[in-house]
């Protein structure tokens, strides 16, 4: 799922900005927790599982790489690595809290807890702390538009190696 929705989510980042998928992936994620303290069904759990990846990928490489790369030219891959690494971090230090809360209570509340924290953590801080940026100046000081020379279309990425050691990597 996550990979069939990555291409999908790339053009919708770039049409409609990475705030407003950050959100929406924010409020999927916080209902998919929500709802997966009240399941009952095996597929119950797979189906919300598969519409959590969705959220997942919202929330994932491709928007905030996307972000960044428009809010910062200079030392870009030091920026991504910073953000990259925040992210993983929070996942290090929020499992075992909630590991922690489902031994303490009981798994759904875990889940309920998860919820409520894309609600009251996530939400607000994509909502008030994330705008959408046109693309950063190059080091000539130029902002490139889309279309450029900086900016390459599909086809003219394949043809680069670049392109392709990173789809692979």
Known sequence: ????????????????????ILLGAAVLIGCTFLLLSRMQEIWHFYTLLMVGALGLVGLGDITVGQLVSHWIHKRRGFAMGLVYAGSNLAGAVLVPIWVGIAHATHW????????????????????????DRTLAATADGNTPTVGSDADLGLRQALKTRTFWILAVA
């Not at 799922?1 to 407003?20: D, F, N, T």
């Not at 759904?108 to 705008?131: Q, S």
Request: aromatic fraction near 6%.
């Open 1 to 20: 799922i996550m990979a069939a929705a990555s291409p999908v989510l790339g053009i919708l980042v770039v049409r409609r900005g990475a705030r407003r």
């Open 108 to 131: 759904r509340t875990t889940f309920v807890v998860m919820g409520a924290g894309a609600f009251l953590v996530m939400l607000p801080a994509i909502f008030l702390l994330i705008r």
